[in-house]
């Protein structure tokens, strides 16, 4: 039970509905701003949200969700005060954005805040495979290192063509960053940049004939779902390497351990799975393949930027002031 | 040239092997109960020796071998040759410098990217099932971090550059400061470990290198800080570095080299925050197969009296 001063500070702060706890707060132990705003923490209630809604949050203007908590047209209903809704992420699809914008409810997300850190991730992944460099600890660490050269070589990086999918801003990233190991970049987009010097092909399947390696940088949308099918990976064939950092679904995943397992496909880099947490057996003994369980935006530093965007945001609104990422709806 | 002998030191490329056996009298020095057999047998007939990081031609070996011209190493380094032995006998020794530059700027961009990101601890996490109860710890981003290197010469400069990708700030350590760059300059090695998030060694090993990370280098480098060697395992002081490791004294290290290879100190295997490599920093299948052409181009380039490609002496 709040004591009698914390209710009385708690009426004089701003009101934010919270639906679940902020992993990026937690995981750094971080503590939330509660000297700045009185968080209805949804959570922790023992009730249904609906009724811990209709019987806290009737004044709260603003809501922050992360991507495990939709934020439905059914709650926005239930919140007649609410005029913004802020996402700790930087994907969208767990927001009912036709209601907010019939509302006039302002919408900000965290798009750019990990690019670089998932950037990151699928470069590191694309080396680890081409330089076994997981494989090569796994075999120290078995006590495997007795002699000499049994240890199967590696791959060079200079010279080897990369196929960026999807050129958004973590494609660029990716870009710049294996440009500088001497990689040949070309691309496939929803539609060509004008700005960019890379080769552009609009048709998947060319890219991944005039491509060593793929990496999915893209959303899932329905275009994209099973956009890499076996067709695709078959093209890149026996030697081809694929890291996927986006989501999952974009892969044909069933087909993928398949082709990997019988050795049509050259070598996978997986931050993304179509079932999460849940990895495919069949993937677990191939040293080709290395899995990591969706941490490209797992760094300490992203998440301390999050939490000051996450505040910077409230306090902007709520002084009436622009928002530091608004979406446009 | 097929009677011209010579001695292969170790096995370290069958490429290599099946090039030197076509070309010359190759004498596997593996094939022999021992060094003495070989040497009561062979000595006269050799006149190269072909060695690398793990067997070179040190001075004892040399001695053996009246007529040993020309000593062809399968590396870049020379730490494993005697110089000053080669000299005095008037023997030519050539390397493999430059085609393996970049595979091994490329392995210590791994080991930070690996290391910091923890990716081989993922990649664990994930095939131990663990992923199932609960989820992945917080790592740290490369991107942006301060990078120390200790020796900016092909191999450093190429981690530079690849390093100036993430946007990292970079600094060095030289013998003396390189004229053509605007890293930044630092004449003590401990200033540049207490400077930089990430330090790297990628300098040759000499006498004056010789166990450059020490105790006062880690400790600079601190908890914070993480440790990358590509250069030789005798740079470090490696129980020095175990220990720091166990205590918590220093962030982590990526290692591709030990001081005696391939004796790993079994403490590391419980450890998360270290990345450890079979010496495996030039190890791909191009440039295997280029240095190999690059030592035997200097073996033939010898044998026909023509200039060396690649001399050392």
Not at chain 1, 108 to 126: I, K, Q
Not at chain 2, 5 to 31: N, S
Request: charged content about 25%; glycine content about 8%.
């Amino acid at each position: 039970m709040a004591s009698p001063s914390q209710i009385s500070i708690g009426d004089a702060l701003p009101q934010v509905l919270l639906l679940r706890n902020l992993l990026p707060f937690s995981l750094i132990n971080k503590p939330l701003p509660d000297d700045r705003f009185h968080f209805l923490r949804a959570w922790e209630s023992s009730v249904p949200l609906d009724e811990f809604v209709l019987a806290n949050a009737q004044s709260a203007r603003a809501v922050v969700t992360s991507g495990g908590a939709p934020v439905t047209a059914d709650l926005l209903r239930m919140l007649p005060d609410l005029q913004f809704v802020l996402t700790t992420t930087a994907g969208l699809n767990h927001i009912d954005l036709d209601e907010c914008r019939r509302r006039g409810i302002a919408v900000a997300n965290a798009a750019g805040v990990f690019s670089e850190d998932v950037a990151e991730v699928a470069v590191c992944l694309l080396i680890d495979v081409w330089r076994r460099i997981s494989a090569g600890d796994r075999y120290i660490r078995a006590g495997r290192w007795v002699g000499i050269g049994a240890f199967p070589l590696g791959f060079k990086l200079r010279g080897k063509r990369v196929g960026i999918v999807g050129l958004g801003r973590i494609g660029m990233e990716v870009a710049k960053r294996l440009d500088a190991f001497g990689c040949i970049i070309s691309y496939n987009s929803r539609n060509q940049k004008t700005d960019i010097a890379y080769p552009f092909f609009p048709n998947l399947r060319d890219l991944a004939s005039n491509s060593d390696a793929l990496v999915i940088c893209c959303g899932l949308t329905d275009e994209t779902h099973h956009m890499i099918d076996k067709e695709v990976m078959m093209t890149l064939g026996k030697e081809g390497v694929i890291v996927n950092i986006g989501r999952g679904p974009i892969i044909d995943e069933k087909e993928m351990v398949e082709l990997l397992v019988k050795g049509e496909l050259g070598g996978a880099g997986l931050d993304v799975f179509e079932n999460e947490p849940d990895v495919p057996k069949e993937l677990m003994g191939l040293d080709n393949v290395v899995m990591t369980p969706h941490c490209g935006a797992l760094t300490r530093e992203s998440f301390l930027t999050l939490c000051e965007l996450v505040v910077g945001n409230l306090e902007a609104f709520f002084s009436n002031r622009p928002l530091l990422s608004q979406v446009q709806l | 040239m097929d009677q011209f002998g010579v001695l292969m030191t170790c096995p370290m490329f069958p490429y290599l092997e099946q090039e030197l056996d076509r070309r010359f009298k190759l004498f596997r020095l593996w094939d022999f109960p021992s060094k003495s057999e070989f040497l009561g047998h062979h000595s006269g007939s050799v006149r190269a020796v072909v060695g690398d990081t793990k067997v070179g031609a040190d001075s004892e070996l040399i001695e053996a071998l009246p007529r040993l011209e020309i000593v062809s190493s399968y590396s870049v380094g020379l730490d494993r040759i005697d110089l000053e032995k080669c000299k005095e006998r008037g023997i030519r020794v050539t390397n493999t410098p430059d085609v393996l530059t970049e595979d091994v700027a490329d392995a210590a961009i791994a080991l930070i990217l690996t290391l910091l990101r923890k990716v081989c601890v993922a990649d664990a996490f994930v095939r131990s099932g663990k992923w199932m109860s609960g989820d992945f710890e917080v790592a740290s981003k490369f991107s942006g971090k301060s990078v120390g290197i200790i020796g900016l010469g092909r191999i450093g400069s190429a981690i530079a550059k690849r390093a100036e990708a993430f946007n990292c700030l970079i600094s060095y350590h030289s013998r003396s400061p390189k004229p053509h760059t605007t890293y930044r300059y630092y004449s003590s090695v401990v200033d540049l470990a207490r400077n930089s998030q990430i330090l790297v060694v990628s300098c040759s090993l000499t006498e004056e290198t010789r166990h450059i990370i020490n105790r006062e280098v880690i400790d600079a480098l601190g908890p914070k800080g993480v440790l990358i060697n590509i250069g030789r395992g005798a740079h470090v002081d490696e129980p020095e570095l175990v220990s720091a490791l166990l205590e918590g004294r220093i962030g982590g290290a990526g290692l591709d080299v030990f001081e005696k290879e391939p004796e790993v100190a079994e403490e590391l295997f419980e450890l998360e925050n270290v990345v450890l490599l079979p010496h495996v920093g030039s190890d791909t299948e191009e440039t295997s197969k280029a240095m190999a052409d690059l030592l035997i181009g200097n073996l033939e380039a010898y044998f026909l009296k023509k200039p060396l490609l690649t001399a050392v002496i």
